[in-house]
């Protein structure tokens, strides 16, 4: 029905970047909003970062002023350019779509499932 495919996680360095993608294919009316979500080892899911089809972000607290997100609604491509990064950045990322898939039902979350960020020297 709908996919969603990250992709962009690795190993970086304390203070380098990173740019994840995620990519949302198959029976697509309108993408209402995209979002990345993290969950490090022992802890619970944390979003990161939303944005509406419109452009608007948010940014949970820890990431405000080194993390983008970035919408690209003719390829329903959300993108999660990451700055400044520390070792607590470390986490599963996992995309999230809140998707019609026809003009006819409300907006349905899909997940992708996930792309491995390592900050470490």
């Known amino acids: 029905q709908v996919q969603l495919v990250e992709s962009g996680g690795g190993l970086v360095q304390p203070g380098g970047s990173l740019r994840l993608s995620c990519l949302a294919s198959?029976?697509?009316?309108?993408?209402?909003?995209m979002a990345w979500y993290r969950q490090a080892p022992g802890q619970q899911r944390e979003l990161v970062a939303t944005?509406?089809?419109?452009?608007?972000?948010t940014y949970v607290d820890s990431v405000k002023g080194r993390f983008t997100i970035s919408l690209d609604n003719a390829k329903n491509t959300v993108y999660l350019q990451m700055n400044s990064l520390k070792p607590e950045d470390t986490a599963i990322y996992s995309c999230?779509?809140?998707?019609?898939?026809?003009?006819?039902?409300?907006?349905?979350?899909?997940w992708g499932k996930g792309t491995l960020v390592t900050v470490s020297s």
């Open positions: 999230n779509a809140r998707i019609m898939v026809t003009m006819f039902r409300n907006p349905v979350d899909f």
């Open positions: 198959g029976s697509i009316f309108r993408v209402s909003s």
């Open positions: 944005i509406k089809n419109d452009g608007t972000p």
